[in-house]
């Protein structure tokens, strides 16, 4: 895809540029979307607002993500562990990101596990698991 394409999304650029450390020469693609499967399943294992439960295909994951601008702007991540699983085909991801919500200012700060299985050097299923108490409290705190 081209670059161009992925302005919309540049507020999650640090969550992109740490996974993409993270499964570096284990998936094809220069930009997140990129390394992900036309019909990659997405599993989300926190109970969030507004947040589905999962999601299927790499076109409704790039129209979930499309809003994330609007809300919260990430700075920085870090704290990347990659393990590698028994099942040569999982990967699993630790990492932290840290950001701003929009709206009032407040830090956002939040860790994720991420269990990824890759097939033919593309995402084909990714886990995903957050501190959804950080979310929440940065989120409500924006609307006091």
Do not use: C
Not at 17 to 41: C, M, N, P, R
Not at 80 to 90: A, E, G, N, T
């Amino acid at each position: 895809m081209r670059e161009d394409t992925f302005t919309d999304f540049e507020a999650l650029d640090p969550f992109f540029e740490i996974v993409q450390k993270g499964l570096s020469g284990i998936v094809d693609g220069e930009h997140y979307f990129d390394t992900i499967a036309e019909d990659a399943v997405f599993e989300f294992l926190y109970n969030f607002p507004g947040w589905p439960p999962s999601i299927q295909g790499r076109v409704d994951l790039m129209a979930l993500y499309s809003g994330y601008g609007h809300n919260i702007k990430l700075h920085s991540s870090d704290n990347l562990v990659v393990h590698h699983s028994q099942d040569s085909r999982v990967v699993i991801l630790e990492y932290a990101v840290h950001g701003t919500i929009l709206a009032s200012g407040v830090p956002y700060d939040n860790r994720f596990v991420s269990i990824v299985t890759i097939e033919n050097r593309k995402i084909v299923h990714w886990r995903d698991y957050m501190d959804s108490l950080a979310a929440w409290n940065a989120l409500t705190s924006s609307s006091k």
